[in-house]
Structure formats: C-alpha cells, structure tokens
C-alpha cells in the first residue's frame, strides 16, 4: 500500500518550478546547439570532395579559386627541406591545371596574397606526424603547416584532388587532418604475373594521391602444379629481381633491374610511400628450388618447398639466402634502401596434407623464421613477415619474437592469432583475406572487394571473422589490401588488375586514414567515380567529352592514308571499361604480320595477327584473333564493344564475335577460366616500323555505363 503523503510534501514551491524550468531551458539549449554544430561540422567536411576524408573542415565565406599564375613560398627559417615539395608541386599545378608557378624563399608563417601558396612547418602541436592544417583564404591565398615534411606532403595531395575535383574553385576554410592508422597498404604479387616497371611506379603515384603509404611488392611466387596437370617440372614460377650472386635466377619472362628497382623505392620517398620488397621463403619458392635443385624439399612436402627439414641441406639453403639477402642489402649500393624488408614464411605444409602438422616441421620452420627475422634486423632493417605460427606449433613451444620490431601481416584466423602475436610483442597489419583478398577471375576469395561494405561496416581491428580488436589497439599499424595473382596464365592484363584495384585502393584509403567517414556511402561512390588516378596518370582510361572529341577530330570524315611506316599521335592512353569504339578501314593488299593498328604501352590492335590475316590485338603477352579477316580496297565499318569480361565485335553493323572468358582444357596451363579482354589502345594510331597500310576515318569513342554496355552485349548475345 503506498505511505499517505500530504499536498505539502508533493507540491513544488514556485522558486523551485522557475529552477527547474531554468534547467531543462539550458539543458535543452545545450541539446540544440550540440546538434546544430555536430551538424554543422558534418556539412562542413562533407562539402570538401576528397579521398579520403578530411578529419576537420571549419569553413568561411566564399571560395578559393587557383589563379592562373601563382607563388609558391616556403618557410626555411628551420631548414629547407620543403623546397623539394614546392617543385614537385610547382611541376603539378602546371601539368594539371596550366597553372604558371615559382617558387621564393620566406620567413613568413602565413599566406598574404590570394596568389599565394606557403608551405611551412607547424608552429604548434599536430596530432601526429602526418598531421597538417591547410587554410584555404580567398583573400590570403593558401597556408599549409605541416607536423612533418610527410604532412605538408599529404596537404598537396589534398589541394590538387580538391582543385581538381573542384574545377578549381574551392570553399574557403581551415582543414584540419590526420591519419586514424600510421601503416596504409596495398600488396600486389607480381611473382606469378609480370607487371611492368612503368606500372609499379604509376601504382607508387596512385597510392600516394590517395594517401596511402605503403607499396608490398611480392618478388617471387609460383602457380598451382594442378594447373600443369600436377607436374611440378612445368609448373609457372619466377623471381622477378636482377641477380648477381644468381645469375639467370631472375625470370627471363620479366623481371626488374636493380637501378629499375632503386629507382622505384626513391620515387616512393618522394611521394611519402614506402615500397617494401618481399622474398618468400621457405614456401612457395619454386623459382629458387628450379634454379638449384638442392634447396628443394622431398616429400610430403612439395617442389615449391625448402628442404628446411633435412639437416644436411639446411647449411646450403642458409648460405644461399644469406647471399641473396646480403646482395640487396648490404654494400656501399644497396638494392633495398628502405627501411623495411619482408621474409614471407607463408604455408609451409606437407602437399596434400596442410592440417598434418608435425613437431618436427612446426620446430624447424620456426627456428627458420627466427633466422632470418635475426638476419634481417642484424642488417639494420624491420622485418616483416606474413604470419604462420598459430598453425605450426611444436611441444615443447619455440618462441618466435619481434626481434627488430618485426611486423606481421594477420591474414588468416587459421594462421594467425592476432592477439597473442600482439601480447608477444608483434607490430601487425590487419590484412584480412576474407575481405582484402582479391584473386582475379579465379572463381574464389574475391574478384572486386565488396566497396559498400567496407565503407559502412570495415575498420583494420576487424582482423578476421572471428576477431575485432579494441578501437585502435596499441600494436595495430593499420590494414593492407593485396592482389594474387594465383592463376597464372589466365588471360588477365596489368589493365584487368588496375580496375579491380583502384576502388579497392579508394576505399582502403580512406578507412585507414579516417575510420569513420562522415559522408553516405552513395556521395562517397559518386565522388570515387568521378576522382581521378593522380596527377599525369589515367590508367583507367577515363576521358572528358573534350578530350573524346580532341582525339576523335585527328580521325574524322576526311581518310588519313597510312603506307606501313607512320604513326599519328592520338594523345591517350587506353579507353577504360566501358566503352563503343569504332572507325571505318579500307585495307591495302601488303600488310604485314602484326601490322600496328592502334597501340599504346599496354596493347595493340593487329591487322594479319600472326600472319592469319584476320584482325586481333595483344597485351601482357597474350595474343587474341578475332575470325574475321577485314576485305581489301574496300570500306568497312569496324566497332568494337567492351566490358571487363570480353569484347564484341561488329562490322557493318553486324556481331561478328564475342570474346569472352571460357574453360581452358587444352595445353598448360588448363583447368580455369581463361580470359579475353581490352582496353583500347588510345596512344597512336599506326606505327614508324610496323604499322598498317591503308585508310581510316570517322574514329569515334564513347563511354558506356553498366548498364549501356550489358544493353549492347547481353542482348546481342541472347
């Protein structure tokens, strides 16, 4: 029964009303304003379209606009480390945006003049060392500060994506920005699929402008023997670095020069990316047991093995790595001159029989990892591995540490426990295969990385499907993202892989930099469409109408005549996924074979491809004929379709063919879907030593969306 309470004791005098009236007044006031600035400030940074987001962005009136001409000052009161950055930037601006620049010296902290650009280092405290501010005045031009040489680095990434993004004309305000995670990766395996020198150093340019620092170049690898009918002698392996101590070790195939691959990690330094070179060991190493037949393991283990197990070969296999390792990294000319080299230890397992682990192979794989994480520190580098304890185990344990603060990649909840390898003292970069795996057109793991997801559901504590650490765990660096190119030999191009890297490489950048994007998923996807490779790259083939038009009016109504040895500058690169191209031919009688009929560095089209007289094109290796064999002294219209899955071909307007992927059973390698694709080569039309002999005219090219491009090639094909 409820106590009997008098009117007194339930009724609030007036001073206590007004009180607590005056209270929920404030309290609501403060709900109100915490809303309206939290809103406010999300608008703000909204506004700015960049990748990644920016951590703060506090507008003013009005806008920025880059001028025409402009000066770019840099602070050296401190030192003059930042003049580089003011010439790259100089160079940039100019190429970008036919923006005339110079450069001064000052010893002022702050822009002045709406035609100015001061580069300087931060006078306060930042949140870290890639920290920056850049304060965009369209009265005082552009202030950027910079904790560090990186973070003023990284504001000239932001300003040219916003002025390019931007048309030039910016909102004015104060970006405050840091990164979330320190380490922001991408691997790509070039062992088992060639990439050339020019793509890896486009790749250091790309993932730069997206603000992503770290560059995993897989060196060595090999294919699956049950693609060469289980014959490990055929089977498709390759080491792809210049060797002296190895002669011949390096693929004939392709593989990088040493200067090529010094070259490639100064660029990196210049654009605040560091390329880390792996050779993996003591599994999938085909290429080196190939090359000396007394480093390869017998059975149960396979030939891509390392005979780690038998003592009395152990002594060579450590002698002939020692040498390698000492021949890029050692001297007075290294080969691997930045900080950090990675030893693999990937999958070291008996053929067949992955989940028998024994003692004695767990004992000795891991007494080999500390070996060469010993090795590497003592020779004044980090080491990095992938990591592989958590599957082989032995009793009594072997402990594997950290030594010279090694980083481990946690790509497998099978393979790695995250945590303890934290607990133990391991740096670890989330690189989880579930959701950062991608394995081009090979039917499992990933083929393009679900963008959506990542965006609203991913940040790098998730490490596997089982784990997600604390929000920014002490020993977490960030997450890579990797392309595997496990099957070798089936038909996909450098080309093919960018597609499917660059809204992978997006996306990851911006969730390593800001955890949580403010923007929806459906303005971020917009802005990634429309936001380019970088500056001076489009190896994604993507063109303005402008540019379209330019190159088409070089091939218009009047026929150009072509005699076999001349070339005509077009002006691109190649046409991107997905496009309509085409042009009308009147042939000659003399072609050669493989006369040039468009080109670029990544392909051609071919009249008499390999002298069957019919029409084709080649890249990364791979030739493609069409059956079709264009008439001679006779106009035809020839149009080409295309999707990232194959190309059609019309001529007068009817389907001749469709290539497209299809089960290869014939020859080695077999038993996968081998892949017919093209980017349109945009560079020349013809060639000075082998082009084609005859006319052309009425060139012309159209971007296609999805679902244009499944209009045109699904319907034809039903």
């Excluded at 891509?304 to 000492?326: G, Q, R, S, T, V």
Aim: glycine share 6%; with cysteine; proline share 4%.
């Amino acid at each position: 029964m409820m106590p009997n309470r008098s009117i007194k004791q339930i009724t609030l005098q007036p001073p206590l009303i007004m009180k607590k009236l005056n209270d929920f007044i404030k309290i609501s006031l403060c709900v109100l304003f915490l809303s309206v600035s939290t809103t406010h400030i999300y608008s703000q940074v909204t506004a700015l379209k960049v990748i990644p987001e920016v951590q703060q962005f506090d507008s003013k009136d009005g806008t920025y606009t880059l001028p025409n001409t402009i000066l770019i000052k840099v602070n050296t009161t401190q030192n003059d480390s930042l003049m580089s950055i003011a010439t790259q930037l100089k160079e940039e601006l100019q190429s970008m945006f036919q923006v005339k620049a110079s450069i001064s010296a000052t010893s002022s902290h702050t822009a002045t003049s709406s035609n100015e650009i001061l580069l300087t280092y931060s006078n306060t405290s930042l949140q870290n060392k890639e920290a920056y501010n850049l304060d965009l005045d369209s009265n005082a031009g552009i202030t950027i500060s910079g904790a560090s040489k990186q973070g003023v680095f990284w504001a000239t990434r932001t300003l040219l994506q916003l002025s390019e993004n931007h048309h030039k004309t910016i909102p004015s305000g104060v970006i405050t920005d840091h990164p979330d995670y320190p380490n922001r990766g991408f691997m790509l395996d070039v062992g088992r699929k060639f990439f050339t020198i020019d793509y890896l150093r486009a790749y250091v340019k790309i993932l730069s402008y997206y603000k992503m620092n770290e560059f995993h170049v897989h060196l060595n690898d090999n294919a699956f023997s049950s693609h060469y009918n289980n014959d490990w002698s055929k089977t498709y392996a390759a080491f792809r670095l210049e060797s002296d101590t190895y002669p011949g070790l390096a693929a004939e195939d392709g593989h990088y020069t040493k200067d090529e691959f010094r070259d490639l990690q100064r660029l990196g330094m210049q654009y605040g990316v560091n390329v880390i070179p792996e050779i993996d060991i003591p599994a999938h190493s085909l290429a080196f047991t190939r090359y000396n037949p007394e480093l390869m393991a017998s059975a149960p283990y396979a030939d891509d093995h390392l005979a780690i197990l038998e003592d009395d070969k152990l002594p060579i296999i450590y002698d002939f790595f020692d040498k390698l390792f000492d021949e890029y990294i050692k001297g007075d000319n290294p080969v691997f001159i930045g900080p950090d080299v990675h030893i693999g230890t990937d999958e070291y397992i008996k053929e067949g029989k992955g989940r028998d682990v024994d003692n004695a192979q767990a004992k000795r794989f891991r007494e080999f990892t500390n070996h060469y994480l010993n090795y590497i520190a003592d020779s004044g580098k980090t080491p990095r591995l992938w990591g592989g304890l958590e599957w082989l185990k032995d009793d009594p344990l072997t402990d594997v540490k950290p030594v010279g603060n090694a980083v481990m990649n946690a790509w497998s909840k099978d393979w790695v426990n995250a945590e303890k390898m934290l607990d133990d003292g391991f740096d670890i970069i989330s690189t989880p295969d579930t959701w950062l795996y991608i394995v081009p057109a090979a039917g499992y793991y990933r083929d393009f990385l679900d963008i959506s997801w990542l965006y609203s559901n991913y940040r790098p504590e998730k490490v596997n499907t089982a784990v997600t650490l604390p929000d920014f765990q002490k020993g977490l660096l960030g997450a890579t993202f990797a392309v595997w190119n496990d099957v070798s030999g089936n038909g996909i191009s450098q080309m093919d892989v960018h597609y499917r890297t660059i809204p992978a490489l997006k996306v990851l950048g911006t969730k390593n930099w800001k955890v949580a994007p403010i923007k929806t998923f459906e303005d971020y996807q917009t802005l990634a469409n429309l936001s380019s490779d970088g500056p001076n790259l489009n190896m994604s083939g993507r063109y303005t109408e402008a540019e379209l038009n330019a190159m088409t009016s070089k091939v218009g109504g009047k026929a150009i005549r072509f005699k076999g040895k001349k070339a005509l500058n077009l002006g691109g690169t190649n046409f991107g996924y997905n496009y309509d191209v085409s042009f009308d031919l009147n042939l000659s009688t003399n072609n050669r074979a493989n006369a040039i009929l468009f080109q670029s560095a990544y392909g051609k089209i071919t009249l008499n491809t390999e002298g069957t007289g019919k029409l084709g094109f080649s890249r990364d290796g791979y030739t493609y004929t069409f059956n079709f064999s264009p008439e001679h002294k006779n106009w035809q219209t020839i149009r080409l379709v295309a999707d990232y899955k194959g190309v059609m071909l019309f001529v007068n307007g009817k389907e001749i063919e469709h290539l497209t992927a299809y089960k290869k059973t014939e020859g080695l390698p077999n038993g996968f879907n081998y892949q017919q694709t093209l980017m349109f080569p945009l560079e020349q039309v013809g060639d000075a030593k082998n082009g084609f002999s005859g006319s052309i005219k009425n060139l012309k090219l159209k971007h296609l969306s999805t679902e244009e491009a499944n209009d045109i090639l699904l319907k034809v094909q039903d």
